[in-house]
């Protein structure tokens, strides 16, 4: 159990990374209301309380108190270069919205998912997440922003083949540090790293990059596989 419990409103709830982190907040103590489409609600986890509506038109702004602490996890599944005109339409309007849904709530720390940046890959997505990420920023609110580069879990394993790479570029001087910055973590570390971000908010905006997502309580695994 938390040692505070917090009043947590989550967007993507029913989805790769809210599906596993509501569970989560629960069992610790902490109340959970997702923002859900009629059509999805029955995908929510036992314990957690819906609003039904949608992340894209900012229709649920009224209906986030009294919760402390949002969450925003919205963005497009399988993120790839061929899908930029969708990250403009979905992550940015989402961004967006929760940011301002945020603000007029009176929501005292916002959590937001990101990614690693910058890479020679994928910049249409980097610079949506970039642009929320600086409304952020403008908006005044406390924040956690996470930058993962790729969350290895169930569906999302063909990176492992890339390990190796990974860990000989980490011990070259030269390269180290993009390695690093841009190191891949599991939804092991990310689940942990989210939790610990609900349970601990920020005064202003704290950014955790791969390394810190790495270092949270539940890396010993994928950890212990890098340093091999």
């Given at each position: 159990?938390s040692?505070?419990?917090?009043?947590?409103?989550?967007?993507g709830?029913?989805?790769?990374?809210?599906?596993r982190l509501?569970?989560?907040?629960?069992?610790?103590?902490h109340r959970v209301?997702?923002?859900?489409?009629?059509h999805?609600?029955?995908?929510l986890?036992?314990?957690?309380?819906?609003?039904l509506?949608?992340?894209?038109d900012?229709?649920?702004?009224?209906?986030?108190k009294p919760?402390?602490?949002?969450?925003?996890?919205?963005?497009?599944?399988?993120?790839?270069?061929?899908?930029?005109?969708?990250?403009?339409?979905?992550?940015?309007v989402?961004g967006?919205e929760?940011i301002?849904?945020?603000?007029?709530a009176?929501i005292?720390?916002?959590?937001?998912?990101?990614?690693a940046?910058?890479?020679?890959?994928?910049k249409a997505?980097i610079a949506?997440?970039a642009e929320c990420?600086?409304l952020i920023?403008?908006?005044?609110?406390?924040a956690?922003?996470?930058r993962p580069?790729y969350?290895?879990?169930?569906?999302?394993r063909?990176?492992?083949v890339?390990?190796?790479?990974?860990?000989l570029?980490?011990r070259i001087?030269?390269t180290?540090?993009a390695?690093?910055?841009?190191?891949?973590?599991?939804l092991?570390?990310m689940?942990?790293?989210l939790?610990?971000a609900?349970e601990?908010?920020?005064?202003?905006?704290?950014v955790?990059?791969?390394p810190e997502?790495r270092?949270?309580r539940?890396?010993?695994?994928?950890?212990a596989?890098?340093?091999?």
């Amino acid at each position: 159990m938390s040692a505070v419990s917090q009043h947590v409103f989550l967007t993507g709830g029913s989805g790769y990374m809210g599906s596993r982190l509501i569970p989560r907040l629960l069992s610790r103590g902490h109340r959970v209301t997702a923002l859900v489409r009629p059509h999805s609600q029955g995908k929510l986890p036992s314990g957690c309380e819906a609003v039904l509506g949608n992340a894209l038109d900012g229709s649920y702004r009224e209906r986030i108190k009294p919760a402390t602490t949002f969450v925003q996890l919205v963005g497009v599944s399988h993120p790839s270069p061929a899908k930029a005109a969708e990250f403009r339409s979905i992550d940015l309007v989402a961004g967006r919205e929760a940011i301002a849904a945020a603000v007029s709530a009176g929501i005292q720390h916002l959590i937001y998912v990101s990614v690693a940046h910058t890479a020679p890959v994928m910049k249409a997505y980097i610079a949506v997440r970039a642009e929320c990420e600086t409304l952020i920023r403008e908006s005044g609110l406390n924040a956690t922003i996470l930058r993962p580069w790729y969350v290895l879990g169930p569906g999302h394993r063909w990176p492992y083949v890339l390990v190796p790479a990974y860990w000989l570029l980490e011990r070259i001087s030269s390269t180290r540090e993009a390695a690093q910055r841009l190191g891949l973590v599991t939804l092991e570390q990310m689940l942990p790293a989210l939790t610990d971000a609900v349970e601990s908010p920020s005064t202003g905006v704290r950014v955790l990059g791969v390394p810190e997502i790495r270092a949270g309580r539940a890396n010993a695994a994928f950890g212990a596989a890098l340093a091999r």
